[in-house]
């Protein structure tokens, strides 16, 4: 626990009972002195029979050390559940020789008849007494209809959609939009409000002029703008695909690039870096590091960083997403933006993170880019799963950045492959490890910082409009 700023020290008052909620107390620094203090009696000799003799008392002291981590237990001791069970007439009586198998039993002990115990999986969240305020009914907007409840599904929508007004197509759709929606278009009336604003929104239109289907994170690395302007933005000027090639990608209204074989240079590869045992170099091994990883999580006991602040309508209007707050090094024309390898590929360098969504033109290497126009002129037909493009493109394109990185690695860092052996047809199959994504701002890629909106198009992206 000491190790870790993050753990809350934990008591249990009953160590052997599975049951028992701990106390737990949180961590300060101080600084004090620990001390040994020795206290010694040493009686005195009694002379006269009459007078009462006072012992005699020395103290010796001795500083020890320095303490500059003391943990206090601050916090209520919250309920104590005990595995009981009340009879009819009101008696208790304990269960723990019944639902706790201390040693291997036979089959009797599972098919005993025992009243029903479940204990809770949790306990309150909270340590400390707080003032719960009760929230009135939820106000949605005008027009807004609670779905229709029915036996079959009884949990309905606690709340209206984000009021984004993205426009989603799947690749089945037949028709695709040609302008946004009325409530997209005052949105964005409503939050440009100053001159950067309408600079930015015709970048932007310039972008989809000059190229139909974008990223958002390659409109991030090409203009800036602060990511809540861009949400509403975006809805305003394109729509987004969810599902076929050009999946979590943006298509200006009116393009349909399911009708034009030229569109296949705009498809989306979702390439994760592999990595494994058995090729030399394990997960850890890699230089680019993991977002999240399920050995990091956070269990209800440890200290939660406070929430970021959610930008409002009013904080959009004072500018936010152009002149910013006062003080900021970075000149408004770069604020938000992003580099260049967060959506471009290039040769001889590592994507920022494990799991990556390029677009095909965006793959800037000779090679690449060769297996992406074997059928140039030939194009018949747009599937779901390649597109324009030939069938297992996506799987070379991968073969061939996986060898690449893995070349990178190598030089890097030699000792990692000394033992590595190819397989019979001389290529290294190596195994998916998918980079899960965002938030957790622990990249150690020199030439790539993040932003706090730099996230995983795939996972997050429909999450914000939906």
């Given at each position: 626990?000491?190790?870790?700023?993050?753990?809350?020290?934990?008591?249990y008052?009953?160590?052997?009972?599975?049951?028992?909620?701990?106390?737990?107390?949180?961590?300060?620094?101080t600084?004090?002195?620990?001390?040994?203090?020795?206290?010694?009696?040493?009686?005195?000799?009694?002379?006269?029979a009459?007078?009462?003799?006072?012992?005699?008392?020395?103290?010796?002291?001795?500083?020890?050390?320095?303490?500059?981590?003391?943990?206090?237990?601050?916090g209520?001791?919250?309920?104590?559940?005990?595995?009981?069970?009340?009879?009819?007439?009101?008696?208790?009586?304990?269960?723990?020789?019944?639902?706790?198998?201390?040693?291997?039993?036979?089959?009797?002990?599972?098919?005993?008849?025992?009243?029903?115990?479940?204990?809770?999986?949790?306990?309150?969240?909270?340590?400390?007494?707080?003032?719960?305020f009760?929230?009135?009914?939820?106000?949605?907007?005008?027009?807004?209809?609670?779905?229709?409840?029915?036996?079959?599904n009884?949990?309905?929508?606690?709340?209206a959609?984000?009021?984004?007004?993205?426009?989603?197509?799947?690749?089945d759709?037949?028709?695709i939009p040609?302008?946004p929606?009325?409530?997209?278009?005052?949105?964005?009336?409503?939050?440009?409000?100053?001159?950067?604003?309408?600079?930015?929104?015709?970048?932007?239109?310039?972008?989809?002029e000059?190229?139909?289907?974008?990223?958002?994170?390659?409109?991030?690395?090409?203009?800036?703008v602060?990511?809540d302007?861009?949400?509403?933005?975006?809805?305003?000027?394109?729509?987004?695909?969810?599902?076929g090639?050009?999946?979590?990608?943006?298509?200006?209204?009116?393009?349909?690039?399911?009708?034009?074989?030229?569109?296949?240079?705009?498809?989306?590869?979702?390439?994760?870096?592999?990595?494994?045992?058995?090729?030399?170099y394990?997960?850890?091994?890699m230089?680019?590091?993991?977002?999240?990883?399920?050995?990091n999580?956070?269990?209800?006991?440890?200290v939660?960083?406070?929430?970021?602040?959610?930008?409002?309508?009013?904080?959009?209007?004072?500018?936010?997403?152009?002149?910013?707050?006062?003080?900021?090094?970075k000149?408004?024309?770069?604020?938000?933006?992003?580099?260049?390898?967060?959506?471009i590929?290039?040769?001889?360098?590592?994507?920022?993170?494990?799991q990556?969504?390029?677009?095909?033109?965006?793959?800037?290497v000779?090679?690449?880019?060769?297996?992406?126009?074997?059928?140039?002129?030939?194009?018949?037909?747009?599937?779901?799963?390649?597109?324009?493009?030939?069938?297992?493109?996506?799987?070379?394109?991968?073969?061939?950045m996986?060898?690449?990185?893995?070349?990178?690695?190598?030089?890097?860092?030699?000792?990692?492959?000394?033992?590595?052996?190819?397989?019979e047809?001389?290529?290294?199959?190596?195994a998916?490890?998918?980079?899960?994504?965002?938030?957790?701002?622990?990249?150690?890629?020199?030439?790539?910082?993040?932003?706090?909106?730099?996230?995983?198009?795939?996972?997050?992206?429909?999450?914000?409009?939906v």
């Amino acid at each position: 626990i000491y190790a870790d700023p993050a753990k809350r020290l934990e008591l249990y008052f009953r160590p052997k009972d599975p049951y028992c909620h701990p106390v737990c107390a949180n961590r300060f620094p101080t600084s004090t002195m620990l001390l040994r203090v020795r206290r010694s009696t040493r009686k005195r000799q009694q002379l006269d029979a009459e007078e009462e003799t006072q012992p005699e008392v020395q103290y010796e002291m001795k500083i020890l050390g320095i303490v500059t981590t003391v943990y206090k237990f601050q916090g209520m001791s919250d309920f104590q559940y005990l595995a009981m069970h009340s009879g009819p007439d009101g008696k208790q009586t304990s269960m723990y020789d019944k639902v706790l198998m201390l040693k291997p039993e036979k089959e009797e002990f599972f098919n005993r008849d025992l009243p029903l115990y479940i204990p809770p999986p949790i306990f309150s969240r909270l340590d400390t007494p707080v003032d719960y305020f009760y929230r009135p009914d939820i106000q949605h907007r005008e027009g807004y209809n609670n779905p229709q409840v029915s036996g079959e599904n009884l949990i309905g929508l606690s709340r209206a959609r984000r009021p984004h007004n993205a426009i989603f197509v799947n690749f089945d759709d037949e028709e695709i939009p040609t302008k946004p929606l009325d409530a997209a278009v005052q949105n964005w009336k409503k939050v440009c409000t100053n001159p950067l604003d309408k600079k930015v929104e015709e970048e932007l239109r310039k972008l989809f002029e000059v190229r139909p289907v974008w990223s958002r994170n390659a409109v991030k690395a090409n203009i800036s703008v602060h990511p809540d302007k861009l949400k509403v933005l975006l809805p305003y000027l394109a729509y987004y695909m969810l599902t076929g090639p050009w999946r979590s990608l943006w298509v200006r209204f009116g393009y349909d690039p399911r009708k034009h074989p030229e569109a296949k240079i705009y498809q989306v590869l979702d390439f994760r870096i592999r990595c494994g045992m058995k090729y030399g170099y394990a997960a850890t091994d890699m230089p680019v590091k993991a977002k999240r990883s399920t050995y990091n999580y956070s269990l209800p006991i440890t200290v939660k960083k406070q929430g970021s602040h959610t930008v409002s309508v009013h904080d959009l209007k004072q500018g936010l997403g152009s002149a910013g707050a006062s003080g900021a090094k970075k000149s408004p024309s770069s604020r938000y933006k992003l580099k260049e390898s967060v959506y471009i590929f290039r040769e001889g360098a590592l994507p920022p993170y494990r799991q990556m969504f390029y677009q095909l033109c965006d793959l800037n290497v000779e090679s690449l880019q060769k297996i992406i126009h074997r059928n140039d002129g030939t194009e018949s037909e747009c599937t779901e799963r390649d597109g324009w493009c030939l069938a297992k493109t996506s799987d070379d394109l991968r073969d061939s950045m996986s060898l690449m990185i893995k070349q990178i690695i190598r030089s890097t860092r030699p000792a990692l492959f000394s033992n590595t052996t190819s397989s019979e047809d001389g290529k290294e199959q190596l195994a998916y490890e998918s980079g899960e994504d965002e938030d957790d701002e622990e990249e150690e890629e020199e030439d790539f910082k993040p932003s706090d909106a730099s996230e995983n198009e795939m996972e997050t992206e429909i999450l914000d409009y939906v």
